[in-house]
């Protein structure tokens, strides 16, 4: 979507969360992009410092944080997946699971765990992310 580029990819997330705050046309992917920010009020203030802050803006593990663009990056990624039902089969895990949670995007914190995984996995192993091994561990969710 963004590249490797970090400061591009922060920059977009910045852009999409001011213009909906100031009621500006959006992109489809910026309307996704504010609606997510919208539903992370704990970020507004980390999207709303300046373009420099934002880049040099580190987020490790050691340091007890978690990372918010991946964090975001990881509710499109399942929200892609949901619209498009690939891997099949998890459009009907995810209403199963938001009905369980109470709401979409609290299952999605719970998917995130095997998507997390699944994606580590296949960077270890230089293969394809296992849509099997995914499956089955949101099944077990």
Not at 15 to 21: E, S, V
Not at 30 to 58: D, F, M, N, R
């Amino acid at each position: 979507m963004f590249g490797n580029d970090r400061a591009a990819l922060r920059t977009q997330y910045a852009t999409a969360w001011r213009k909906a705050r100031d009621q500006q046309a959006l992109t489809p992917l910026e309307s996704a992009l504010a609606t997510l920010i919208g539903e992370h009020p704990e970020y507004h203030a980390l999207l709303e410092t300046s373009a420099v802050e934002l880049a040099q803006a580190e987020f490790r593990p050691e340091d007890g944080g978690e990372n918010p663009f991946l964090h975001m990056g990881m509710h499109l990624a399942l929200r892609e997946q949901v619209g498009t039902d690939r891997p099949a089969g998890i459009r009907r895990l995810h209403r199963r699971l938001a009905a369980r949670q109470g709401s979409a995007h609290a299952a999605e914190h719970l998917m995130m765990g095997c998507l997390g995984q699944v994606l580590w996995e296949a960077q270890q192993s230089g293969l394809p992310p296992d849509e099997i091994r995914y499956l089955d561990c949101l099944r077990r969710l």
